[in-house]
């Protein structure tokens, strides 16, 4: 009975939302490619929601492209990956473990992200197989707009 309150105390801790200091805390990342500002929602181990503020000022619009910036799809995939990672490293067991991406499906870019937008990122853990495989589903949003979706795999990477 005991353990069970220990539980239940654990979820009533563990917050909903995260700031980028507590992003950094889960993820390795670090600029330039820390691609995730906040962490808006989240279920423990099932759905988390993060947010990417896209600004003229992020190196890769020198280059892509000039009169024109697009962010990168590549990197709208990888947003979407470290928000599904923030999920994996609050997992029992996970904290400090780095997952790496092991393959991307059904990749779609519907609209281009430009400086300026808010890239909203919901993705939802499928499951998690031997505390080392895990498939995610992802989409992102700008203005309530679907922007990208990719079903997402990652390994544990030792």
Do not use: C, W
Not at 68 to 94: N, R
Not at 120 to 145: C, Y
Request: glycine residues 8%; aromatic residues 8%; neutral net charge.
């Amino acid at each position: 009975m005991e353990q069970i309150a220990e539980k239940a105390q654990d979820l009533e801790n563990t917050p909903t939302t995260f700031s980028v200091t507590e992003i950094q805390e889960l993820l390795p990342h670090r600029y330039p490619f820390a691609l995730v500002d906040r962490i808006i929602d989240y279920t423990e181990a099932k759905k988390i929601t993060g947010i990417k503020n896209v600004t003229i000022n992020e190196p890769f619009f020198q280059g892509h492209i000039p009169g024109k910036p697009i962010m990168p799809g590549v990197l709208q995939l990888e947003a979407m990956a470290q928000v599904g990672g923030v999920i994996l490293t609050l997992l029992p067991g996970m904290k400090g473990k780095f997952f790496a991406y092991a393959g991307i499906d059904k990749a779609r870019f519907r609209r281009p992200v430009i400086p300026g937008d808010q890239l909203i990122m919901t993705v939802e853990l499928l499951s998690f197989k031997r505390n080392r495989i895990a498939k995610m589903q992802g989409q992102g949003f700008v203005d309530g707009q679907l922007t990208v979706e990719a079903e997402m795999l990652f390994s544990l990477f030792d």
